[in-house]
């Protein structure tokens, strides 16, 4: 007599829920970005597209009658000092405390050619996402996404600010190295967003990009889990 096996049931985590969600909301977009299903729009038009697609994911998810995820835009995790994140996502239990998950993302077109600030800006982004990870208890994981359809942020080059700020296919974002540029692009936002010194990662990160075939062009993405443990 052949064995029964068990059946498949999703990992209950809510960590889990929440990474397995991402992943297919993110499947679903690009899917529907290729089908012309939806229409390319700017960056806040993906923002939107994915947190509703994240909280019919999330609701599918949900395995109890006592927990609930609320997904949020535009989070303010400052106090006085403003400090929005894109997409917020709250996982409530019985008798169990808040856990908290933050999504940064970034849509940069080839009709958008203020490439080196949008390095800049992103590397900014994941700064950011560390530093509330580390210093939140509530907050367990955080991603950023960054989704274009120009080819050159995917290609390593070897002179001006890209160099310094890494973010073509394979580079790695090393922890304890001062990220900084001599270009008033890095200093003027380097300035405005309170490191002109520079950025210090905790953690590494490694950068690798998905590319997706649409109809008439081409897009390419990565996704980067932020760790809250330096």
Request: charged share 30%; glycine share 4%.
């Amino acid at each position: 007599m052949s064995e029964i096996k068990p059946a498949d049931l999703i990992d209950q985590s809510p960590n889990s829920r929440v990474k397995n969600a991402l992943n297919k909301a993110m499947s679903i977009y690009l899917t529907r970005l290729k089908t012309q299903m939806i229409v390319e729009g700017l960056e806040a038009s993906f923002q939107m597209h994915l947190a509703g697609l994240l909280r019919d994911e999330l609701e599918l998810l949900t395995i109890a009658r006592d927990e609930r995820f609320i997904v949020e835009l535009e989070k303010n995790m400052g106090d006085e000092k403003k400090n929005y994140v894109d997409i917020s996502i709250e996982f409530y239990g019985k008798d169990k405390p808040c856990k908290q998950y933050l999504i940064e993302l970034k849509f940069k077109k080839a009709s958008q050619t203020a490439g080196n600030k949008n390095v800049i800006n992103s590397f900014i982004d994941i700064y950011k996402l560390e530093q509330l990870a580390i210093h939140n208890e509530k907050i367990e994981i955080c991603y950023f996404i960054f989704l274009t359809d120009y080819e050159r942020y995917t290609k390593e080059t070897d002179k001006g600010t890209r160099k310094e700020f890494t973010m073509h296919n394979g580079a790695k974002i090393q922890a304890n190295k001062i990220y900084t540029d001599e270009s008033n692009t890095a200093k003027n936002s380097l300035k405005k967003c309170g490191n002109k010194n520079g950025l210090e990662f905790s953690n590494n990160y490694q950068i690798e990009y998905k590319k997706i075939e649409a109809h008439d062009k081409s897009y390419w993405f990565f996704l980067l889990e932020i760790k809250n443990k330096a």
